[in-house]
């Protein structure tokens, strides 16, 4: 298998800057030498375009609408014009950012995108927005979450929960379904496995929507 996971911290910091997970977010390039997609390409263009390199961009995939990461997706698609990506449950998000650009393509539960020698599948997981979407790549192993779901839980937006409960539902009855080691790659933070977050979920239920998730 020639295809492989990329992941670009947005905006662009040093590697090994402590503070990046707590404040960054993370594009995700996934795709092989000469084709490559792109996920939540965040607030930093350049960064992106560093990593993809010359490689055709297919899409851009975006897991919701928030700005954090969605504010770059057009400039990042039309290099190649390549198509965006969302779930229309999430367009008045996207359009507090894109007011006159609309996604080319309409998200639905189900969907798939191939790239390379790799397949996403679309699995719709609301709760941090209406319209959040996970990625699942059974053939490289790993999900995609967005802010779904991060290595210390579910991922509020601007200090609270805009609906906890489907979030949690989401969570526990579409990812915790997946294989076990199946890599959790997030929109912001370090990666985790749908095993850690199985053993952690009865805690979250418990703690309800606290912004403190660790």
Not at 29 to 57: H, L, M, T, Y
Not at 83 to 96: M, N
Not at 118 to 141: K, M, N, Y
Request: proline fraction near 7%; aromatic fraction near 4%; hydrophobic fraction near 40%.
């Amino acid at each position: 298998m020639d295809a492989r996971i990329e992941r670009v911290w947005t905006p662009r910091v040093a590697e090994r800057e402590a503070s990046a997970d707590a404040a960054e977010a993370n594009a995700w390039i996934v795709g092989d030498d000469e084709e490559v997609i792109v996920i939540d390409p965040g607030e930093d263009a350049s960064g992106v375009f560093e990593a993809v390199g010359d490689r055709e961009i297919l899409a851009v995939i975006c897991t919701h609408g928030h700005a954090s990461h969605v504010t770059v997706a057009v400039e990042v698609a039309e290099r190649d014009e390549a198509p965006v990506a969302l779930h229309p449950a999430d367009r008045l998000h996207w359009r507090a950012v894109h007011p006159d650009v609309d996604p080319e393509i309409e998200m639905a539960d189900g969907g798939l995108f191939d790239v390379g020698d790799v397949q996403l599948e679309v699995i719709h997981t609301p709760g941090h927005t209406p319209g959040s979407v996970s990625l699942h790549c059974a053939d490289l192993e790993a999900v995609f979450t967005g802010d779904t779901l991060l290595a210390s839980g579910p991922a509020p937006h601007d200090g609270q929960y805009p609906d906890f409960p489907r979030q949690l539902t989401a969570i526990g009855e579409r990812l915790l379904d997946l294989p076990s080691g199946t890599r959790v790659l997030p929109g912001h933070g370090e990666e985790s496995t749908v095993a850690a977050a199985a053993k952690r979920f009865d805690s979250w239920v418990t703690a309800g929507p606290s912004v403190e998730t660790d």
